[in-house]
């Protein structure tokens, strides 16, 4: 078992849906939770950060942390076709064992 | 301000050749990262530094990857020979200090290996 799952998608949904993508994962030791938007042929780009468990709301974006179950989410309301990209979980220890653990990443397509 | 600058961007070599590519990260950033991208994964880390210290390099295939960052700033990774199988996308990111501030990645380095 890997340390962090991802479903890989790919994920289709019309202009305006409300978009779910969750990460599970098995360390319990993991206390930093990010989200990374992946533009086709680009770097990955820091979307959203958490620390331990909850919820962090940035405009249309929404990621929730819930370590009891070892399961983290992002919501995209009002999804637009400048959404579609690949979404990554990223997960670390913090600290110097700070390195980040990625799931494989979600493909997201908005279509007009 | 100018983010993680990666060269080249694109590389096509035949088996068993030789293949460099080079980092430079955003100015004031101690800590590099590589990382190794195949398609449909996440990145996974091959080597992290702290100014010109490898402290994390437990991920990088020895045997034929090497990597320095010498002055502590800019960084290269090599393979030599490459493989069928080193075809991927190779990421440079960094960061303030490994506790400190955002991961800034770079746009990558499409290796294809014939």
């Known amino acids: 078992q890997k340390e962090v799952e991802q479903d890989p998608g790919p994920l289709s949904v019309p202009e305006g849906a409300i978009v779910s993508l969750n990460c599970t994962y098995s360390?319990?030791?993991?206390?930093?939770f990010m989200w990374y938007r992946q533009y086709s042929r680009k770097g990955p780009e820091l979307l959203m950060y958490t620390y331990s468990s909850g919820n962090k709301e940035d405009g249309r974006f929404t990621a929730q942390v819930d370590k009891s179950s070892k399961y983290i989410s992002l919501f995209i309301r009002d999804s637009q076709p400048s959404d579609s990209a690949t979404y990554l979980c990223a997960m670390s220890r913090g600290g110097s064992q700070g390195n980040l653990i990625f799931g494989k990443g979600t493909k997201l397509s908005v279509k007009p | 301000e100018a983010g993680v600058v990666q060269s080249p961007r694109y590389k096509i070599i035949e088996k068993k050749q030789p293949v460099a590519f080079w980092c430079n990260p955003i100015?004031?950033?101690?800590?590099l990262y590589w990382y190794l991208q195949n398609l449909g994964q996440g990145p996974e880390l091959l080597i992290r530094?702290?100014?010109?210290?490898?402290?994390?390099d437990s991920q990088l295939p020895k045997d034929r990857f090497s990597a320095e960052r010498l002055k502590g700033v800019d960084s290269t990774l090599k393979i030599q020979p490459a493989e069928l199988g080193d075809s991927a996308v190779y990421l440079c990111?960094?960061?303030?200090?490994?506790?400190?501030?955002?991961?800034?990645f770079g746009e990558g380095s499409r290796l294809t290996v014939l």
């Open positions: 530094y702290e100014n010109e210290e490898a402290v994390d």
């Open positions: 100015s004031g950033h101690n800590t």
């Open positions: 360390n319990s030791a993991f206390q930093y």
């Open positions: 990111a960094s960061k303030v200090t490994a506790n400190t501030g955002e991961l800034f």
